[in-house]
Nanobody
Framework: QVQLVESGGGLVQAGGSLRLSCAAS????????MGWYRQAPGKQRELVAS???????NYADSVKGRFTISRGNAKNTVDLQMNSLKPEDTAVYSC???????????????WGQGTQVTVST
């Protein structure tokens, strides 16, 4: 069984920074991409940033220049450095990993439980 565990959410003032981390564990055969989504109250879930196993990154326009996604030293981890945070960044942030477990060639999306990020004015 594979699972993702997130950490690093919390409350921060506008202009501040937070770093989210996510680690995938279990019997993992291969990971080809990891990323972060967020969902604010009353809004649809949106992609914040993603990174492939080759290091290619993709960002939502709203976070470009402020957020940086990176893979950890352990290839089953991903971090999201969030700088210059704004109140509109307030949301539940969820980690996702597109991976195949040991014994399977099928890649699926696996999700973490989500972590709350609140940016106050």
């Amino acid at each position: 069984q594979v699972q993702l565990v997130e950490s690093g959410g919390g409350l921060v003032q506008a202009g501040g920074s937070l770093r989210l981390s996510c680690a995938a564990s279990g019997s993992i055969f291969s990971i080809n991409a990891m990323g972060w989504y967020r969902q604010a109250p009353g809004k649809q879930r949106e992609l914040v940033a993603s990174i492939t196993s080759g290091g290619s990154t993709n960002y939502a326009d709203s976070v470009k220049g402020r957020f940086t996604i990176s893979r950890g030293n352990a290839k089953n981890t991903v971090d999201l450095q969030m700088n210059s945070l704004k109140p509109e960044d307030t949301a539940v942030y969820s980690c996702v990993s597109h991976m195949a477990p040991v014994g399977s060639s099928h890649f699926n999306d696996y999700w973490g439980q989500g972590t709350q990020v609140t940016v106050s004015t």
